[in-house]
């Protein structure tokens, strides 16, 4: 029998533009003899990263034809099985296809052709990267970062010299994409026989076919393995130990070789490089396999039918673990149960300050966290430790999963005494994940810097019902309140500069400036091209544009006295309320009156909350209206040019940021707008990816701003209608202090004693605070089709008897269940009454109803809400009002949602009358447009929109330890 010697090349399928995919030389070279074997070289790649090694296989007494049969036999039973995968892979998920990426260097094509047909075979996607030959770490680190970010990538081969082959290389691969199984993940998961997520190497699988295919089975048999301390070695001789094979070890130096060589019935020849072993040392019918690694063009030149030898069989194994690694992405893309690992309280007595007990409590990495809610890896933008963003791409892969369970959490009219609708809604979600074991998000609004240093303090919760860290939760957090700021701020910076400029230029100047002539070449931008046609301009070419053309184009004629838009700043600086710009001698003469408003009251804010994706986003900061020309007509962001540029800038703010609570559950904090003056709801987005978070059967818990007749009315009119989702219950937060108050008890002053009233039992008060406010509440929920679970959240100088007739009150008034919590001092363990009451109240039906029809007249839609939400007998519209509502109609605004900014501190627009006031009449002074919010906003009497701070404000108390950088003084 003839020694044949045999050469096939590696390679690529699919190319980037500028590669090439060449076919391979092949031809047979006759050999001499061996003893009457067959031995085949074949040059494929190694499973130490795509370096060819030269294969010799000898299987014992056969004719090249049988031997050809045998590689066919193989062949063709792992192509077939790999078809099969691939048919079943694309008939569940027909828009997937398998991609496997080649990372080479050179353009050595030849190596790639029997990749190529066999992922033609399979009907695989390649793509082939060429890299210089001499190409550095940072470069092929570079390549495999942007491989492993690609989800369209499921398999990448580092087709490279051992040499390229670095630590921080194969580091830097993610495993789950590392098919040819050269991480050290991978070799780890082969060595302790964990094959469910990791790769074994294609040639090492290949190596392992052929000598189960030889003459005699090799099952308890001895294989030497001669050299080789690589990858190769290493999977080798993990898989013919676990096939039943008895694998030793010998190094080329070793004394003893030619006898081991004699005893063994097959035997791996690795890392030979030129050394030749004599064929007398081989018994007859042992099977031989010589593994050398080149890259060079084998010198023999050899060519070969297109269905023969191991580079074939080689790259059907890689061809197959792309397609096992693209089957395990789509397995991945799935939704994941829960592996919440909560974490354990040990609540003292007396409670110690919120921040002691934060600090005194270790969050869970957020990476951890993440995992543990079914987050993957890429959808997390971790910030620090404790903190992260999540990426909105996590809607799409989960878009077919069943939404969760919605529950709002709101309050009765706030009192000075606070009623801690953020500890309840903390207190509850811990409840229901940690000791009910139910799936449960919180979704909160971010704190303003304003209250945080002013009067109010904090906004993380309190005692053993808080998020954590509440330093970081309530100081910057992620910085979106500076990106609302930094993007408020540029709209007011590009209006003055666009009427400074309209005032100082002729119509050429201003179209030259604003259509600039680069390159000898005059082009409009994109958001230029844009207002052409909204004034009905259907032009793109700049010199075509006719005088009058020009002159509208270029001037938004914006009328000072009418301009609406004020800068912002996230503290409370009463002296920034009226301010007079434009003083500069370099402004000339541009003076006008503008002022401040604190940062969430923005209209940025209120598009961050309502937005349902950053397209959304981007089309209503383009919609923002920011004042009227001269001639009447609405001037937005896209006509001043500036909307691409705000969406910039909030590009990552829209993305809600992950936290956790005491007891290591999830919350998610996202957009803060005030209830009075704006919508007071957290984001759309934060509850929608929230709601696919935790299942079908699980809990998104989010909360509105102030009372029930502020923020929840509100979360149901422009929220809901916005979003489409619907709430399955309400839980509605009082306090026996609270309703003591609404019940005729005297006011407080902030640092006085409380009036013994508020300290001393007195159930008369308490029942008339649940038949006036309490009542009223509720019947404002009943309104809208909703469930009501009243959560009494119980003070130390609460007594039984009062806690025991709120709850009692609270069902006659229609409350489906009412229930003392006790999370402040207990945490999740506290609320676990008021856990089963909401669980109980979404088995219900919600009839969930819109209070009015956008579509009706908007001094309907405003006196529909004074009339059945507050109690009024009618409303009162100022002439100004008026006039603004006809602008409004005229604009085609009429159908917007109507947002109410009144005072949180009573139904009515009287602060001080507290109760459920009757008979009186609901002033409107004024009406404005918040056509990016997408809702009208009545102003109920005056309402300020930027605080002021106390005589003595809380940043009294706030310093750092220079030393140990611990933050004291919040709360």
Same mark, same amino acid.
């Not at 690795?270 to 004599?278: C, E, R, Y």
């Not at 792309?322 to 992405?329: N, P, Y």
């Not at 676990?832 to 007249?857: G, H, K, W």
């Not at 059945?868 to 917007?896: C, F, M, P, R, T």
């Given at each position: 029998?003839?020694?044949?010697?045999?050469?096939?090349?590696?390679?690529?399928?699919?190319?980037?533009?500028?590669?090439?995919?060449?076919?391979?030389?092949?031809?047979?070279?006759?050999?001499?003899?061996?003893?009457?074997?067959?031995?085949?070289?074949?040059?494929?790649?190694?499973?130490?990263?795509?370096?060819?090694?030269?294969?010799?296989?000898?299987?014992?007494?056969?004719?090249?034809?049988?031997?050809?049969?045998?590689?066919?036999?193989?062949?063709?039973?792992?192509?077939?099985?790999?078809?099969?995968?691939?048919?079943?892979?694309?008939?569940?998920?027909?828009?997937?296809?398998?991609?496997?990426?080649?990372?080479?260097?050179?353009?050595?094509?030849?190596?790639?052709?029997?990749?190529?047909?066999?992922?033609?075979?399979?009907?695989?996607?390649?793509?082939?990267?060429?890299?210089?030959?001499?190409?550095?770490?940072?470069?092929?680190?570079?390549?495999?970062?942007?491989?492993?970010?690609?989800?369209?990538?499921?398999?990448?081969?580092?087709?490279?010299?051992?040499?390229?082959?670095?630590?921080?290389?194969?580091?830097?691969?993610?495993?789950?994409?590392?098919?040819?199984?050269?991480?050290?993940?991978?070799?780890?998961?082969?060595?302790?026989?964990?094959?469910?997520?990791?790769? +074994?190497?294609?040639?090492?699988?290949?190596?392992?076919?052929?000598?189960?295919?030889?003459?005699?089975?090799?099952?308890?048999?001895?294989?030497?393995?001669?050299?080789?301390?690589?990858?190769?070695?290493?999977?080798?001789?993990?898989?013919?130990?676990?096939?039943?094979?008895?694998?030793?070890?010998?190094?080329?130096?070793?004394?003893?070789?030619?006898?081991? +060589?004699?005893?063994?019935?097959?035997?791996?020849?690795?890392?030979?490089?030129?050394?030749?072993?004599?064929?007398?040392?081989?018994?007859?019918?042992?099977?031989?396999?010589?593994?050398?690694?080149?890259?060079?063009?084998?010198?023999?030149?050899?060519?070969?039918?297109?269905?023969?030898?191991?580079?074939?069989?080689?790259?059907?194994?890689?061809?197959?673990?792309?397609?096992?690694?693209?089957?395990?992405?789509?397995?991945?893309?799935?939704?994941?149960?829960?592996?919440?690992?909560?974490?354990?309280?040990?609540?003292?007595?007396?409670?110690?300050?919120?921040?002691?007990?934060?600090?005194?409590?270790?969050?869970?990495?957020?990476?951890?966290?993440?995992?543990?809610?079914?987050?993957?890896?890429?959808?997390?933008?971790?910030?620090?430790?404790?903190?992260?963003?999540?990426?909105?791409?996590?809607?799409?892969?989960?878009?077919?999963?069943?939404?969760?369970?919605?529950?709002?959490?709101?309050?009765?009219?706030?009192?000075?005494?606070?009623?801690?609708?953020?500890?309840?809604?903390?207190?509850?979600?811990?409840?229901?994940?940690?000791?009910?074991?139910?799936?449960?998000?919180?979704?909160?609004?971010?704190?303003?810097?304003?209250?945080?240093?002013? +009067?109010?303090?904090?906004?993380?919760?309190?005692?053993?019902?808080?998020?954590?860290?509440?330093?970081?939760?309530?100081?910057?957090?992620?910085?979106?309140?500076?990106?609302?700021?930094?993007?408020?701020?540029?709209?007011?910076?590009?209006?003055?500069?666009?009427?400074?400029?309209?005032?100082?230029?002729?119509?050429?100047?201003?179209?030259?400036?604003?259509?600039?002539?680069?390159?000898?070449?005059?082009?409009?931008?994109?958001?230029?091209?844009?207002?052409?046609?909204?004034?009905?301009?259907?032009?793109?070419?700049?010199?075509?544009?006719?005088?009058?053309?020009?002159?509208?184009?270029?001037?938004?004629?914006?009328?000072?006295?009418?301009?609406?838009?004020?800068?912002?700043?996230?503290?409370?600086?009463?002296?920034?309320?009226?301010?007079?710009?434009?003083?500069?001698?370099?402004?000339?003469?541009?003076?006008?009156?503008?002022?401040?408003?604190?940062?969430?009251?923005?209209?940025?804010?209120?598009?961050?909350?309502?937005?349902?994706?950053?397209?959304?986003?981007?089309?209503?900061?383009?919609?923002?209206?920011?004042?009227?020309?001269?001639?009447?007509?609405?001037?937005?962001?896209?006509?001043?040019?500036?909307?691409?540029?705000?969406?910039?800038?909030?590009?990552?703010?829209?993305?809600?940021?992950?936290?956790?609570?005491?007891?290591?559950?999830?919350?998610?904090?996202?957009?803060?707008?005030?209830?009075?003056?704006?919508?007071?709801?957290?984001?759309?987005? %934060?509850?929608?990816?929230?709601?696919?978070?935790?299942?079908?059967?699980?809990?998104?818990?989010?909360? %509105?701003?102030?009372?029930?007749?502020?923020?929840?009315?509100?979360?149901?009119?422009?929220?809901?209608?916005?979003?489409?989702?619907?709430?399955?219950?309400?839980?509605?937060?009082?306090?026996?202090?609270?309703?003591?108050?609404?019940?005729?008890?005297?006011?407080?002053?902030?640092?006085?004693?409380?009036?013994?009233?508020?300290?001393?039992?007195?159930?008369?008060?308490? %029942?008339?605070?649940?038949?006036?406010?309490?009542?009223?509440?509720?019947?404002?929920?009943?309104?809208?089709?909703?469930?009501?679970?009243?959560?009494?959240?119980?003070?130390?100088?609460?007594?039984?008897?009062?806690?025991?007739?709120?709850?009692?009150?609270?069902?006659?008034?229609?409350?489906?269940?009412?229930?003392?919590?006790?999370?402040?001092?207990?945490?999740?363990?506290?609320?676990?009454?008021?856990?089963?009451?909401?669980?109980?109240?979404?088995?219900?039906?919600?009839?969930?109803?819109?209070?009015?029809?956008?579509?009706?007249?908007?001094?309907?839609?405003?006196?529909?809400?004074?009339?059945?939400?507050?109690?009024?007998?009618?409303?009162?519209?100022?002439?100004?009002?008026?006039?603004?509502?006809?602008?409004?109609?005229?604009?085609?605004?009429?159908?917007?949602?109507?947002?109410?900014?009144?005072?949180?501190?009573?139904?009515?627009?009287?602060?001080?009358?507290?109760?459920?006031?009757?008979?009186?009449?609901?002033?409107?002074?004024?009406?404005?447009?918040?056509?990016?919010?997408?809702?009208?906003?009545?102003?109920?009497?005056?309402?300020?929109?930027?605080?002021?701070?106390?005589?003595?404000?809380?940043?009294?108390?706030?310093?750092?330890?220079?030393?140990?950088?611990?933050?004291?003084?919040?709360?």
């Amino acid at each position: 029998m003839k020694l044949s010697l045999l050469r096939n090349a590696c390679g690529s399928l699919r190319v980037h533009p500028g590669s090439r995919v060449g076919g391979s030389s092949q031809r047979c070279l006759p050999g001499a003899p061996a003893n009457r074997l067959l031995m085949i070289r074949a040059a494929s790649s190694s499973s130490s990263g795509g370096t060819n090694p030269k294969l010799a296989v000898h299987f014992g007494k056969r004719s090249r034809k049988e031997d050809g049969s045998e590689c066919d036999s193989s062949l063709s039973e792992v192509v077939q099985s790999t078809k099969e995968a691939m048919v079943a892979l694309q008939r569940r998920n027909p828009s997937v296809q398998p991609s496997l990426a080649i990372i080479q260097a050179g353009e050595e094509d030849s190596l790639l052709e029997i990749n190529k047909k066999m992922a033609g075979k399979i009907g695989l996607n390649i793509t082939q990267i060429c890299l210089a030959k001499e190409c550095s770490e940072d470069e092929i680190v570079e390549e495999v970062l942007k491989l492993n970010e690609d989800p369209r990538v499921h398999g990448v081969y580092l087709h490279l010299p051992l040499a390229s082959l670095t630590s921080r290389v194969l580091d830097t691969l993610k495993p789950e994409k590392d098919i040819d199984g050269i991480s050290d993940l991978n070799m780890g998961r082969l060595v302790r026989g964990d094959l469910s997520k990791g790769f +074994v190497s294609p040639i090492a699988s290949a190596v392992l076919n052929l000598l189960e295919k030889h003459d005699a089975p090799l099952e308890g048999k001895t294989v030497l393995l001669v050299g080789g301390e690589g990858t190769l070695g290493l999977a080798l001789q993990c898989l013919i130990e676990r096939s039943g094979m008895v694998a030793l070890k010998s190094n080329w130096s070793s004394d003893s070789l030619q006898r081991q +060589v004699m005893e063994a019935d097959a035997v791996v020849l690795l890392g030979a490089g030129n050394i030749d072993v004599p064929s007398t040392w081989f018994r007859p019918g042992t099977a031989v396999i010589r593994c050398e690694p080149i890259l060079e063009t084998d010198a023999y030149g050899i060519e070969t039918s297109s269905k023969s030898g191991l580079g074939y069989l080689t790259a059907a194994y890689r061809t197959q673990n792309v397609v096992h690694s693209c089957s395990r992405w789509i397995q991945e893309q799935q939704y994941r149960p829960w592996r919440l690992r909560s974490l354990r309280l040990q609540p003292l007595t007396p409670v110690p300050s919120d921040i002691e007990i934060s600090r005194a409590q270790v969050p869970k990495p957020v990476d951890q966290l993440a995992a543990e809610i079914g987050l993957l890896p890429e959808e997390l933008e971790a910030y620090g430790r404790s903190k992260a963003k999540v990426r909105l791409s996590l809607l799409d892969r989960l878009q077919s999963q069943p939404d969760g369970k919605y529950v709002l959490v709101a309050g009765i009219t706030p009192t000075p005494l606070g009623e801690g609708k953020s500890t309840v809604t903390i207190g509850l979600v811990q409840a229901l994940s940690a000791h009910l074991k139910l799936n449960s998000f919180a979704c909160l609004r971010q704190p303003s810097q304003g209250p945080t240093f002013g +009067v109010k303090g904090g906004a993380a919760g309190g005692g053993y019902a808080q998020v954590i860290p509440m330093e970081e939760f309530n100081l910057h957090l992620t910085g979106d309140i500076h990106a609302i700021t930094a993007a408020n701020n540029l709209v007011a910076a590009a209006i003055d500069a666009r009427m400074l400029h309209e005032a100082t230029q002729s119509d050429k100047a201003l179209f030259n400036r604003l259509v600039p002539s680069v390159n000898g070449e005059r082009r409009f931008s994109p958001i230029q091209i844009s207002r052409l046609h909204r004034l009905g301009i259907n032009k793109t070419d700049p010199a075509s544009l006719t005088p009058q053309e020009v002159s509208t184009f270029v001037r938004l004629d914006l009328d000072p006295s009418k301009i609406t838009w004020q800068r912002v700043v996230d503290t409370n600086d009463r002296f920034l309320r009226k301010i007079t710009v434009g003083q500069a001698s370099t402004e000339k003469g541009q003076i006008r009156e503008t002022g401040f408003d604190i940062a969430v009251a923005s209209e940025i804010m209120a598009i961050l909350a309502l937005a349902d994706s950053l397209e959304d986003m981007r089309n209503r900061l383009a919609r923002m209206v920011v004042g009227t020309s001269r001639s009447g007509q609405p001037v937005t962001t896209e006509d001043l040019g500036v909307s691409g540029a705000l969406a910039v800038l909030m590009k990552d703010a829209i993305k809600p940021t992950l936290m956790q609570t005491l007891e290591g559950t999830p919350v998610f904090v996202h957009a803060g707008p005030f209830a009075n003056i704006a919508h007071g709801n957290s984001s759309v987005l %934060a509850d929608k990816l929230a709601l696919k978070l935790v299942g079908q059967d699980g809990f998104v818990v989010t909360e %509105a701003g102030f009372g029930a007749d502020i923020g929840m009315e509100k979360f149901f009119n422009i929220k809901c209608r916005a979003s489409g989702l619907r709430p399955n219950v309400v839980v509605l937060v009082s306090t026996v202090r609270a309703l003591k108050m609404h019940g005729g008890g005297p006011s407080v002053s902030a640092g006085a004693p409380l009036p013994k009233e508020y300290i001393d039992e007195n159930l008369s008060l308490v %029942a008339d605070g649940c038949r006036s406010n309490l009542r009223k509440q509720i019947q404002i929920a009943h309104l809208f089709g909703v469930p009501v679970v009243v959560a009494l959240n119980v003070f130390k100088t609460d007594t039984q008897a009062e806690i025991d007739l709120v709850c009692q009150i609270a069902k006659e008034c229609g409350a489906s269940d009412a229930v003392p919590c006790h999370h402040w001092a207990q945490g999740g363990r506290g609320s676990i009454e008021l856990a089963q009451a909401v669980n109980e109240a979404t088995s219900r039906p919600s009839n969930f109803q819109f209070l009015y029809n956008p579509e009706m007249p908007t001094a309907e839609k405003i006196r529909t809400i004074a009339q059945k939400v507050y109690g009024a007998d009618d409303i009162e519209l100022s002439a100004a009002a008026k006039a603004k509502i006809d602008y409004y109609n005229q604009q085609g605004y009429g159908s917007l949602p109507i947002c109410m900014a009144k005072t949180h501190l009573s139904l009515s627009h009287m602060p001080d009358k507290k109760g459920a006031p009757t008979g009186f009449v609901l002033p409107i002074r004024d009406v404005r447009a918040s056509v990016g919010g997408g809702f009208i906003y009545p102003l109920v009497g005056t309402m300020s929109t930027m605080p002021g701070l106390p005589t003595r404000p809380c940043f009294y108390d706030i310093d750092l330890d220079p030393v140990t950088e611990e933050i004291t003084g919040l709360f």
